[in-house]
Every structure is written in C-alpha cells, then in structure tokens.
C-alpha cells in the first residue's frame, strides 16, 4: 500500500509506506496513487459567498466527556449537526409494537438524545443516520446484515421520528456501496455491468429506502429523507450503485436528497477530469449532480439535492485514508470545498466527521489532540 502525502510548500511531494490500513476503517477500495506538487499557497478567506455559511454541517459526538461541543460547532457556523442511530444497539430484541419509541425493547442513545435537544438551544438542525439492523430482523448475522423484511426498517424509522420530533433530516444507512456496512454485497469491476448477484445489494437497499421514505412521510411531511450515501469509493462504484438501485417493480426508489462522502485526494476542483477509477470525489460533484437527476429526478422534484455527509482531509497517515495533506493545504482544500458548494446549487449540505484528531485511526480533525486548532479550523469557520 503506498500513502500519499500533498505538500503545500515547495519540495515535491514525498511517497510513505505505512502500516497497513484495517480494512473496516478504509474509505474505498484502491490506493490512490497521487502526486501533487504546489508552488505556493494561498488561503482564501471570506470568498466562498453567503450561501455556504448555511450549508456547513458537523458529525458528532455533540456531548464528549460530559462537555458540550456545541459552542465549537456554533463557532464554526455549523448549521446542520450529524449522528447516528444504531438499531441493532437500540432494539435488541423485537418490539411487540415496533413503531412506538415507547415500547420497552428500546434503548435510545443517552449522547443521541442529549445532542439532539443541545442542538436545539443552539438553533441548529439535526440530520439522523439510521445505520445496522438487530440479529432478529436479518437472520441471526452481525449488524451490517441488510433486514430481510425491509418493513422492519421502516417500522424502526417511524419510532425514531416520533422518539425525535425536532429532527426532519434522516439519512438512510450509511455508505451501503462497500461490505463492512451492507452485507450481503458482491463486489464488481469498475465500469462493468453489474451481475445479478451483484445487483442484489443496491436492489435490497432500495426497497429499504422506498419503505423508509413511505414510514418517515407518514409520521411528518416535514421529514427529508436522504438516500444513496454512497462515497468516493466502495465495492461497487457509486455510478453502478445508482445505475442500480432499483425496486422490483423497475422504478427508483422514492427520496428527497441524495446521500455522498466526497472524499477526495485531490484539490477540490470542478474542471478536473473524470478520475480513472470512477471514484466520485469532491471534484466530481456535478457529474454526480447529472446522474441523481437522471436517475431520480420525478415529476415535481426533477432535481434532488446533493446532502454531503462526511467530509475531511487528513493532515497526517492515520488508519482511515491512504493519503494525507500538510495542514496549510488541508485548509486551501477546505477553502476551495466550500467554495465549489456555494456556487453549485444542487449541494444542500456539506458535512465534516472529525472535529478533533483521533489517533491512530484519524487525523482529519480541524483540531488537535492537544486542543490547538489548525488552519482548516479557520478555513472551515470562514468558508
């Protein structure tokens, strides 16, 4: 495995070989093989225009040892706050009445649901990922294992909507395009026609959408569901994923965003050519904008937005990623992110996971470990 690493100075840029990445904390399936060298650098500050401050969303915790991070995520002009909802962890065993939060199976998340009311002092949306599913509801395998019956999901979401009444954003699993999330998943050769059993993993996953999106609107017109959360990578290409998700009937499944992590190891940039690998970055957003239309664009709604889930870039070689950026460049790209998603009007919402350093698994925070924030912390705030 080689790691790259894209230097903001003057020297060229150097190649590392690291240890090897677990294989359940990589985002994506192939090295990136990536030379970047810059003469200069230059931060651009307060020119991404005023649409973006609205769209800059965070992943929590919201709540880390019993301090509150909203203060932070209100410095940073956060709008949009970002968790998760595991079902397997949260219903252990089946429900006698799956669609009331109340019902004894359930054990909501304490940090959950004090983000979500901390978020609302804060005046800031809350965006819920409902990921996994108990061994009861997918035949005894581990929580990556897609429900057999889809309307067990879809029950599960109708309880988290009523449990949560402030949040209208839910995102529908999580990067299902690569098998450490969604199971069972058989992966395919880029740019190939997908078999029948590799069709099986985007077919199942859309009639897990489509029964959500019917739960969800039957509990508020206001929820906003999230489909796809597709990323760069996976083993399967988020242009097969899309290409493919169908429900048995032929059609889309039914969703008001489109879900992707645009991870990317180059510049942020909407001329660069199509990457090689059919990896869909963050340069690559309006050819991501053009297949969500054409393959989910409905009458009344012929353009769903793009929500931007997880984002970060970082600045040293961690466990996650298989390159990293020097911190100045880490900030250019943040700055060049944010612009490209204030310009481009399909993008609702971009979204960063780490707000701090978790070593050795992440150095994509804007924040060190020792509480010195870095450059991306400003650009970030002022993007």
Do not use: C
């Given at each position: 495995?080689?790691?790259?690493?894209?230097?903001?100075?003057?020297?060229?840029?150097?190649?590392?070989?690291?240890?090897?990445?677990?294989?359940?904390?990589?985002?994506?399936?192939?090295?990136?093989?990536?030379?970047?060298?810059?003469?200069?650098?230059?931060?651009?500050?307060?020119?991404?225009?005023?649409?973006?401050?609205?769209?800059?969303?965070?992943?929590?915790?919201?709540?880390?040892?019993?301090?509150?991070?909203?203060?932070?995520?209100?410095?940073?002009?956060?709008?949009?706050?970002?968790?998760?909802?595991?079902?397997?962890?949260?219903?252990?065993?089946?429900?006698?009445?799956?669609?009331?939060?109340?019902?004894?199976?359930?054990?909501?998340?304490?940090?959950?649901?004090?983000?979500?009311?901390?978020?609302?002092?804060?005046?800031?949306?809350?965006?819920?990922?409902?990921?996994?599913?108990?061994?009861?509801?997918?035949?005894?395998?581990?929580?990556?294992?897609?429900?057999?019956n889809p309307q067990d999901y879809a029950n599960f979401?109708?309880?988290?909507?009523?449990?949560?009444?402030?949040?209208?954003?839910?995102?529908?699993?999580?990067?299902?395009?690569?098998?450490?999330?969604?199971?069972?998943?058989?992966?395919?050769?880029?740019?190939?026609?997908?078999?029948?059993?590799?069709?099986?993993?985007?077919?199942?996953?859309?009639?897990?959408?489509?029964?959500?999106?019917?739960?969800?609107?039957?509990?508020?017109?206001?929820?906003?569901?999230?489909?796809?959360?597709?990323?760069?990578?996976?083993?399967?290409?988020?242009?097969?994923?899309?290409?493919?998700?169908?429900?048995?009937?032929?059609?889309?499944?039914?969703?008001?965003?489109?879900?992707?992590?645009?991870?990317?190891?180059?510049?942020?940039?909407?001329?660069?050519?199509?990457?090689?690998?059919?990896?869909?970055?963050?340069?690559?957003?309006?050819?991501?904008?053009?297949?969500?239309?054409?393959?989910?664009?409905?009458?009344?709604?012929?353009?769903?937005?793009?929500?931007?889930?997880?984002?970060?870039?970082?600045?040293?070689?961690?466990?996650?990623?298989?390159?990293?950026?020097?911190?100045?460049?880490?900030?250019?790209?943040?700055?060049?992110?944010?612009?490209?998603?204030?310009?481009?009007?399909?993008?609702?919402?971009?979204?960063?996971?780490?707000?701090?350093?978790?070593?050795?698994?992440?150095?994509?925070?804007?924040?060190?470990?020792?509480?010195?924030?870095?450059?991306?912390?400003?650009?970030?705030?002022?993007?």
């Amino acid at each position: 495995m080689i790691r790259t690493r894209v230097s903001a100075g003057k020297d060229a840029s150097v190649v590392y070989r690291p240890r090897r990445a677990k294989d359940d904390r990589q985002r994506g399936s192939h090295v990136l093989r990536v030379v970047v060298v810059f003469i200069a650098l230059f931060i651009f500050a307060g020119a991404t225009g005023a649409r973006a401050a609205d769209l800059k969303a965070m992943w929590g915790p919201g709540i880390h040892d019993g301090a509150s991070r909203f203060p932070i995520y209100q410095d940073l002009g956060i709008k949009i706050y970002e968790d998760a909802i595991p079902w397997a962890s949260v219903a252990l065993r089946r429900p006698r009445n799956p669609r009331n939060p109340n019902d004894p199976a359930y054990a909501w998340p304490a940090e959950v649901t004090s983000a979500v009311a901390e978020a609302k002092r804060y005046h800031m949306q809350v965006a819920l990922q409902i990921i996994g599913a108990p061994p009861w509801a997918n035949g005894g395998k581990p929580w990556n294992w897609a429900p057999r019956n889809p309307q067990d999901y879809a029950n599960f979401a109708i309880a988290a909507s009523k449990r949560y009444p402030s949040v209208h954003l839910w995102m529908i699993w999580g990067e299902p395009s690569r098998s450490h999330n969604f199971e069972p998943l058989d992966p395919a050769k880029r740019f190939a026609k997908l078999n029948v059993h590799q069709r099986s993993a985007p077919h199942r996953y859309a009639r897990i959408l489509d029964a959500a999106y019917s739960a969800l609107k039957s509990v508020s017109r206001s929820n906003l569901v999230i489909g796809g959360m597709t990323f760069s990578g996976g083993e399967i290409s988020t242009q097969q994923w899309i290409e493919n998700m169908r429900l048995p009937d032929g059609m889309p499944p039914r969703l008001d965003m489109y879900g992707h992590n645009p991870f990317t190891a180059r510049e942020p940039n909407l001329a660069d050519p199509p990457t090689i690998d059919q990896s869909i970055g963050f340069s690559d957003l309006g050819r991501l904008t053009t297949l969500v239309n054409r393959y989910f664009g409905r009458p009344g709604d012929p353009h769903p937005k793009l929500f931007l889930s997880e984002w970060t870039i970082p600045t040293k070689p961690d466990e996650e990623f298989t390159y990293f950026a020097e911190p100045l460049l880490q900030a250019r790209w943040i700055t060049a992110g944010l612009r490209i998603a204030s310009q481009l009007s399909s993008i609702y919402s971009v979204g960063w996971i780490h707000l701090y350093d978790e070593p050795p698994v992440s150095y994509g925070g804007l924040i060190e470990t020792d509480g010195t924030k870095k450059p991306g912390y400003f650009a970030w705030k002022d993007g």
